[in-house]
């Protein structure tokens, strides 16, 4: 069963591998990207369903990066922040970025797979995009 | 054992739990209040030995309930292979950030320091976390002082120490995984 795609932006290898896995478990299609550079090649190159983005990354501020995707695309994908804290500055400046929520990851790894799926499965942002692939199929044989 | 208070404080009533108490409660003691609180302590305490429940507090090496979260969503092999992963890339986080240390690199140190909290917490090693989250605080203002190069030392027991722990637990899934399932 494939839920849809998430981009998932985090440097640290451990816990982006974890974090893939455990989305995939799940029935995400999962693109991690460990650093900005790669994170906006694969947001150039496909339309995912949500984002994981950390705050923390080595060649951006990922509260940029955000800034960035809400600017230079027309995307309306969740972006879920990744943070160490929950200090409400941090919190207030992802929001501020066009950021949807942020989740703690001290939390644990289920408290981020739950985010991803309540901003997903349960909001329909998954059927958003299948019904919207949908409707392309059928333009395009429309076409032919 | 429950400790009476008039600090209400979040940060005072942890400084309890990390000194042995199993509880806290503020004044005034609310009766019914009270009553809950010791029927879950006799509970707890019918239910675990007494080592087992030291291990299980604030202070502890590893936080059980994170390592347990992983049971849920992959396979006991799978488990393995993802912390095993973990405490081999953490090793080497803490071996650069004692590097970078050394060369008064801070902003490595920082860089490390930070990842090491999130990875170390995702992972179940609290304390190395706790650990690290020191180390992020004092890197941008108290680099220079014994209490910070003492912390930074710190970090190769504290890894040492989760390595053992999570491995513990590993050990502990395998027994409970043969008995379950012969």
């Known amino acids: 069963m494939a839920l849809g795609t998430i981009l998932l932006v985090e440097d640290d290898a451990s816990v982006r591998t974890l974090v893939e896995r455990a989305l995939?478990?799940?029935?995400?299609?999962?693109?991690?990207?460990?650093?900005?550079?790669?994170?906006?090649?694969?947001?150039?190159?496909?339309?995912?369903?949500?984002?994981?983005?950390?705050?923390?990354l080595p060649d951006v501020d990922g509260i940029e990066l955000c800034e960035q995707f809400r600017a230079e695309t027309k995307k309306e994908m969740p972006i879920v922040f990744l943070t160490s804290s929950d200090t409400s500055d941090i919190v207030i400046k992802c929001l501020e970025a066009g950021g949807d929520d942020f989740v703690v990851k001290s939390a644990g790894v289920k408290?981020?797979?739950?985010?991803?799926?309540?901003?997903?499965?349960?909001?329909?942002y998954s059927d958003l995009a299948k019904t919207r692939a949908q409707k392309l199929e059928r333009l395009r044989a429309a076409l032919k | 054992m429950i400790a009476l208070t008039a600090h209400a404080m979040k940060g005072e009533q942890d400084r309890f739990v990390e000194r042995g108490f199993d509880d806290y409660m503020s004044k005034p003691v609310d009766l019914p209040t009270l009553r809950d609180r010791l029927q879950r302590l006799s509970r707890q305490t019918a239910a675990k030995p007494p080592a087992k429940r030291r291990a299980d507090r604030g202070g502890a090496v590893i936080n059980k309930a994170r390592l347990e979260e992983f049971l849920e969503l992959f396979d006991a092999p799978d488990v393995r292979d993802i912390l095993e992963r973990f405490l081999t890339d953490s090793r080497a986080s803490?071996?650069?950030?004692?590097?970078?240390?050394?060369?008064?690199?801070?902003?490595?140190?920082?860089?490390?320091?930070?990842?090491?909290?999130?990875?170390?917490?995702?992972?179940?090693?609290?304390?190395?976390?706790d650990l690290a989250k020191s180390i992020e605080v004092g890197a941008g203002s108290d680099e220079g002082s014994e209490e910070f190069a003492l912390s930074v030392a710190a970090l190769s027991r504290e890894h040492d120490a989760a390595v053992a722990g999570i491995r513990n637990w590993l050990a502990e899934i395998d027994g409970k995984a043969q008995s379950g399932g012969s």
């Open chain 1, 24 to 56: 995939s478990v799940k029935g995400f299609t999962v693109f991690a990207a460990e650093n900005g550079e790669r994170a906006r090649q694969i947001m150039q190159a496909s339309d995912p369903a949500a984002v994981l983005l950390d705050i923390n």
């Open chain 1, 111 to 124: 408290a981020i797979i739950n985010r991803v799926e309540s901003w997903t499965v349960k909001r329909g």
């Open chain 2, 94 to 129: 803490v071996t650069n950030l004692q590097a970078g240390f050394a060369q008064k690199n801070y902003n490595e140190v920082l860089r490390l320091a930070h990842d090491l909290i999130g990875a170390a917490s995702n992972h179940g090693a609290s304390r190395l976390s």
